[in-house]
Each structure stands twice: as structure tokens, then as C-alpha cells.
């Protein structure tokens, strides 16, 4: 089975980073998931109550970050993972940070993980 849920591009912005200035400011961060999921059974119910609700993970996201206001990009996204894992029971997920304008030279700078098996 390898069916997923997916999130791409999702705008968070919360404290980040690890110098004074950046403890004192909202940046933006892009979220980017794939969780593993059997779509085999809300694409037979039609009900919702059976999908992995990508409105009520990115809430979850948004949620998670602000009140995490994490140093590194590391931190917030391991956070992040298991939090997302505990919250909807997802067994496996993809999970990448990105920290646009952190380094002007690139379009983008992040991480990205994966965390558990499907
Ligand atoms: N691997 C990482 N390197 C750096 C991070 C990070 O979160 N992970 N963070 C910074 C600063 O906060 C930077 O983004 C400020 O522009 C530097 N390196």
C-alpha cells in the first residue's frame, strides 16, 4: 500500500532561528508532507471521518510551529513529525522545512526527514 495525503507549500510564520534578531520577529517557513494513508477506505465511504483531513493537519502544522518557536529547522521538524504521528496515528510520513530568504544567495534552505515505515 502506498497511498498518501499530501500537503505542498504551506506558509507557517512563527519565530525562528538561532540569532537574537531572529528571537525577536515572525519569519515564514514552507511546509511540504507526505503522510502515508489507506485512501482504499474514505475513496469507498466517501466520508470524511475516514481520510487523513489535510485541513485539520495544517491547522495542526500552523499550531505546532508557533507555539514550538524553534531554533533550528532540525528541531521544529522532528517536533513536528511526531507530533503529527501521535495526533493522527500517520505511520509513516516525509516531511520537509524550508526557511525561504534565510540565505539570500538561495531560493530556499531546509530540511527534510522521514519518520517511520509504511
Ligand atoms: N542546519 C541548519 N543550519 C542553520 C540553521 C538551521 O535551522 N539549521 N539556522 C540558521 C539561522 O537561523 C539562519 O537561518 C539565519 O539566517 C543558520 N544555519
Aim: a negative charge; proline letters at 3%; glycine letters at 6%.
Amino acid at each position: 500500500m502506498s497511498d498518501s495525503v499530501l500537503i505542498e507549500g504551506l506558509a507557517v510564520e512563527t519565530v525562528v532561528g538561532v540569532y537574537d534578531w531572529e528571537r525577536e520577529v515572525d519569519q515564514r517557513l514552507m511546509v511540504d508532507l507526505e503522510m502515508a494513508w489507506d485512501n482504499r477506505v474514505p475513496g469507498a465511504s466517501d466520508d470524511v471521518r475516514d481520510a487523513l483531513d489535510y485541513a485539520a493537519v495544517s491547522a495542526r502544522v500552523v499550531a505546532c510551529l508557533q507555539a514550538l518557536k524553534p531554533r533550528l529547522l532540525e528541531h521544529g521538524a522532528e517536533a513536528l513529525a511526531t507530533d503529527l504521528q501521535d495526533a493522527f496515528g500517520i505511520a509513516w510520513l516525509r516531511l520537509t522545512l524550508k526557511k525561504p530568504g534565510a540565505v539570500p544567495e538561495a531560493q530556499w534552505v531546509g530540511v527534510r526527514i522521514e519518520r517511520g515505515a509504511r
